[in-house]
């Protein structure tokens, strides 16, 4: 037990010279740094413990009761911004406030006290001051805030897929067998006009002997006198042809029917675009039945490429902009594309949306399912900016440190926009071009401005305290004593 006794006496003492420590620390270090006169050179008189109360002659302090000593002018780095307006407040009443002189809602007349607008600044934050010779050796450095042309850029990877504005799907308008296949190989390329398979057809047959029978008709009867029957031969020859159209026969493979007067066997389908076969869906001696897919052939000469966009770029990206893509193993090679659709939906596991770009692909270097790596570059406009190392980002708002008059340093918040590629954040509103910013040590100087309002909240409150219980026994106001009667003493 005694053991505990002495052990807990050690512990008070140790806790009363932290306090006592502490208020020394505080005192000495906001002393050295006051340095407060005015225009006529008259001495100001302070409060060691309380640093902020400050008056014109000797007297007390009205938070702690320590008789107020002189400040002496000298070279210190830190000075006391003079800007402090009058305000009022009520006695019974502290939270009630007006910048007028009257009274209260009890009928009370308020008093007046000082603020000190130096301070002022987002909340949490102060001002603070540093001379120029001590900012070099904190490593503070200012930028200035100026208007700048501003981009953005994007990078993201890009899957590369086929244009499906390009894609072909081989057909056949009638029923038969493939007799002999030309595009026999998945991946085989293929030239417009080149023969891809010969089918035979009963329908097809059919439909020849009705063509040269038509052109038979129209020949045997172009003598009669009788124009309209002239002309019904004619309109069947002309409907026979259309026929043979209609089911994939080109004007050449008419042109032979009609000089050879032979029917042909097989029908040849010819490719109607140039490309590869993606698809191959057709074996030779296969039947094919009407509207068959039989293969499909594409055109890669033009890619399309699949990028993501996140939700904040999406106000700035749209058709049209230029897109740059690289190949992971080819960095030197370069395709050049432009977006041509942005899908109206996000994808819901990634949480972006897609947009199309349209590649031109010389050489066919570009493939379907290969990744690229691309980049987008969209202008935010000439706009005003300050430096990303400048801005302090707390999660809830944004702010700076901007010289002020005097060797101030002043918080200020500000409203940003997106960051450039270049380390600019745009300004919305708090700065203009001109104002210098901290752009390095502004964490240290955060910390400083962060101390110096917490120590002068807690003052204030103690200051706030004091003056209001000394109201309630001696409350004056400029037109003399007020008069209690109805309030208990």
Sequence with gaps: MRTIKKMNK????????????????????????LHVHDKGGEV??????????????????PICGMTLVPLKKDDSAVRVE???????????????????????SMGMEMVPFVVDDSDRGPAGLSS?????????????????VARRDL???????????????????????VSGWAEELYANQTGMYIKKGDPLLKIYSPDLLSAQQEYLSSLKAADRYKTLKDSSMKDTFEDLKHSAREKLKLLDITDGQIMKLEKSGQIDRYMMLYSPVSGFVIEKMILPGQKVMMNDSLMTISDLSVVWGEIDIYESDLPYVTKGLHAELTLPYWQDRKFNGRITFILPFLDKDSRTNKARLEIPNPGFILKPQMFADAT???????????????????????????????????????????????????????????????TTANFLIDSESSLKAVFKAATDSAADTI??????????????TTDHSGHKQ
């Design 82 to 104: 003079k800007k402090k307006r009058t305000m009022y407040k009520s006695t019974m009443n502290p939270g009630e406030v007006s910048e007028r002189a009257g009274k209260d």
């Design 151 to 173: 981009y953005r850029e994007i990078r993201s990877t890009t899957k590369i897929v086929a244009d499906e504005t390009r894609m072909y799907k081989v057909t056949t308008k």
């Design 376 to 438: 987008i570059k969209y202008s935010l406009g000439n706009t005003t900016a300050v430096p990303e190392s400048a801005v302090i980002r707390s999660g809830t708002r944004d702010y700076v440190f901007k010289e002020g008059s005097e060797d101030s340093i002043i918080p200020v918040e500000i409203k940003i926009g997106p960051l450039s590629h270049d380390g600019y954040y745009q300004v919305m509103s708090g700065l203009s071009p001109g104002d210098m910013v901290v």
């Design 44 to 61: 100001k008189y302070y409060c060691p413990m309380h640093p902020q109360i400050v008056q014109d002659k000797p007297g007390s302090c």
């Design 128 to 144: 603070i001051h540093v001379a120029s010779d001590k900012r070099a050796l904190l490593g503070l450095k200012f930028e200035a």
């Design 467 to 480: 003056s209001g219980s000394s109201s309630k026994t001696s409350p004056k106001s400029s037109s003399g």
């Design 10 to 33: 050690w512990i008070k003492f140790l806790m009363v010279i932290v306090i006592l420590g502490t208020g020394a620390y505080f005192t000495a270090r906001y002393a050295e740094k």
